[in-house]
């Protein structure tokens, strides 16, 4: 069983930073493709960031340019490093874990959530 527990998130003005953590224990491996989801209310869960086991990346346009994801295999630890926040980034943000993802920002792909952090912009 593989489970995963985010922190980091918080209430922030608009153009400012935070920094999402998700922990990942259980059996995970370096097979895993990690990704960050976010929702509000009402809306669908959109794909954020992934990263896969060979490093590559991809990000949701809402966010290239300003969101890293980053992982620390020995912590088995994702990260996402959001900048120049904007109001329309607030939502819960989730952690997800899968394998064999073909399709990285695909809800659909991952097997594995967290329970959420909230992130809050206010402008």
């Known amino acids: 069983q593989v489970l995963l527990l985010e922190s980091g998130g918080g209430s922030v003005q608009t153009g400012g930073s935070l920094t999402l953590s998700c922990v990942a224990s259980g059996r995970i491996d370096n097979t895993y493709t990690m990704a960050w989801f976010r929702q509000i209310p009402g809306k669908e869960r959109e794909g954020v960031a992934a990263?896969?086991?060979?490093?590559?990346?991809n990000y949701g346009k809402s966010v290239k340019g300003r969101f890293t994801i980053a992982k620390d295999n020995a912590k088995k630890t994702l990260h996402l490093q959001m900048g120049r926040l904007e109001p329309d980034d607030s939502a819960m943000y989730y952690c997800a874990a899968g394998r064999y993802i073909a399709s990285m920002l695909d809800i659909f792909e991952y097997g594995v959530w967290g329970q959420g952090t909230q992130v809050t912009v206010s402008s």
């Open positions: 990263l896969a086991p060979d490093g590559t990346t």
